[in-house]
T-cell receptor, first 113, second 114 residues
Framework: GAVVSQHPSRVICKSGTSVKIECRSLDFQATTMFWYRQFPKQSLMLMATSNEGSKATYEQGVEKDKFLINHASLTLSTLTVTSAHPEDSSFYIC?????????FGSGTQLSVL | GQQLNQSPQSMFIQEGEDVSMNCTSSSIFNTWLWYKQDPGEGPVLLIALYKAGELTSNGRLTAQFGITRKDSFLNISASIPSDVGIYFCAGSSLYGGSQGNLIFGKGTKLSVKP
């Protein structure tokens, strides 16, 4: 079946550094990918919708200059957390649509020290 | 904005028992999805519902799309230890779950006593 591969699965970084998270659709093309954020014991909150070849659409309250999204190809979307701070520590999950389904990546646990 | 109320928040059950959880909304959804999330993993789709009144099964799991389009339930029969995890409902105002924003419930944490 359709697989969305997300890397890295876990990253620890120092405050002020930038972290890039990759989301790949392995056996299908995804013109649209979605980036979610999940705090411990909380639900998934949509951050932005990534569109291949165009600018991402950000949800209200999400800083587009802090969470840079690039969807340069039909199989890859990246989320870069710039100048990360401890409050950015969270579980980030991407997903892609195939047919009438939404498939999720395995998530990236970001810890900012 | 749209919100989903999912209950219960958590439950402990004996192995072999049946489980039921539900989601309600004040607004109409045209697609209901049920996901399971294991710790440190992304959600995995269990059942998708696209039609009001629809009742769909996937093994020991059964879910229904409420006739009012404002609710859905998920039942797990004869629970086993591997059913442990967090179950999320998700709704979309669009037909089909592939596009648009999915609104997620807050999850039901299921713990099974062996």
């Amino acid at each position: 079946g359709a697989v969305v591969s997300q890397h890295p699965s876990r990253v620890i970084c120092k405050s002020g550094t930038s972290v890039k998270i990759e989301c790949r659709s392995l056996d299908f093309q995804a013109t649209t990918m979605f980036w979610y954020r999940q705090f411990p014991k909380q639900s998934l909150m949509l951050m932005a919708t990534s569109n291949e070849g165009s600018k991402a659409t950000y949800e209200q309250g999400v800083e587009k200059d802090k969470f840079l999204i690039n969807h340069a190809s039909l199989t890859l979307s990246t989320l870069t957390v710039t100048s990360a701070h401890p409050e950015d520590s969270s579980f980030y999950i991407c997903s892609a649509s195939i047919g009438d389904r939404r498939v999720f990546g395995s998530g990236t646990q970001l810890s900012v020290l | 904005g749209q919100q989903l109320n999912q209950s219960p928040q958590s439950m402990f059950i004996q192995e072999g028992e049946d489980v039921s959880m539900n989601c309600t909304s004040s607004s109409i959804f045209n697609t209901w999805l049920w996901y399971k999330q294991d710790p440190g993993e992304g959600p995995v789709l269990l059942i998708a519902l696209y039609k009001a009144g629809e009742l769909t099964s996937n093994g020991r799991l059964t879910a229904q799309f409420g006739i009012t389009r404002k609710d859905s339930f998920l039942n797990i029969s004869a629970s086993i230890p591997s059913d442990v995890g967090i179950y999320f409902c998700a709704g979309s105002s669009l037909y089909g779950g592939s596009q648009g924003n999915l609104i997620f419930g807050k999850g039901t944490k299921l713990s099974v006593k062996p």
